[in-house]
């Protein structure tokens, strides 16, 4: 069955310092991939996604994330993170075939102090 | 366009009891996803709806069922509520395909069980 690893569960930066935070799925097969992310008191809203192509995506709000194949990776970076970037996030998976459903990690609770 | 809305937004029940749970998909979408979010599991997926049929059902018992209408509106029941139910549950639409297709989420309706 799919599932999908989000190693850092609580990360806590101050304002200006680089993020990264890992996701690692388990499918052998074709796969979507995507970061959600949840503000305080907001809807889950998508950040980025990866389908096919350039392997290095951009999202909204600085955010980035690289589609490392070999070692079922789908990384979210940002370079230099602000108050406002305090939220939840979730990487998820599909798999772009019959199943339709998205798969995700459990989350990172990111709390970035001013 | 207007998002995805569910209704209503909080809830409190008691053991035993079933409740109803309505989401109202973006406009032109016809795909709508339930997700039950709690701190110790994540996010769940439900069950996914497409043209009034449920094409995929996640792991859930029996009690938790759903259904879509002609105008992609979707509910979802549980039936028999356990203190466990207690969740945020999400609805997510998206035009066709949620492996390919960008998921939009609602605000969640906020379910407790006492």
């Known amino acids: 069955a799919q599932s999908v690893s989000q190693h850092n569960h609580h990360v806590i930066l101050s304002e200006a310092a680089s993020l990264e935070l890992g996701c690692n799925y388990s499918?052998?097969?074709?796969?979507?991939l995507f970061w959600y992310v949840q503000y305080p008191g907001q809807h889950l809203q998508l950040l980025l996604k990866y389908f096919s192509g350039d392997p290095l995506v951009k999202g909204i709000k600085g955010f980035e994330a690289e589609f490392i194949k070999s070692k079922f990776s789908f990384n979210l970076r940002k370079p230099s993170v602000q108050w406002s970037d305090t939220a939840e996030y979730f990487c998820?998976?599909?798999?772009?075939?019959?199943?339709?459903?998205?798969?995700f990690g459990t989350g990172t609770r990111l709390l970035v102090s001013p | 366009k207007a998002g995805v809305t569910q209704t209503p937004r909080y809830l409190i029940k008691t053991r035993g009891q079933q409740v109803t749970l309505s989401c109202s998909p973006i406009?032109?979408?016809?795909?709508v996803s339930w997700y039950q979010q709690t701190p110790g599991q994540g996010l769940q997926f439900l069950f996914e709806?497409?043209?009034?049929?449920?094409?995929n059902k996640g792991n859930f018992p029996g009690r938790f069922s759903g259904r879509q209408f002609s105008n992609s509106r979707s509910e979802m029941n549980v039936s028999t509520l356990e203190l466990g139910d207690s969740a945020l549950y999400l609805c997510?639409?998206?035009?066709?395909?949620?492996?390919?297709?960008?998921?939009?989420f609602g605000p969640g309706t906020r379910l407790t069980v006492l």
């Open positions: 709806y497409f043209s009034e049929t449920q094409r």
């Open positions: 499918y052998g097969g074709t796969v979507n």
């Open positions: 998820a998976v599909t798999v772009n075939t019959g199943f339709q459903k998205l798969v």
């Open positions: 406009s032109g979408h016809r795909s």
């Open positions: 997510a639409s998206s035009f066709q395909r949620p492996s390919t297709d960008t998921q939009y």
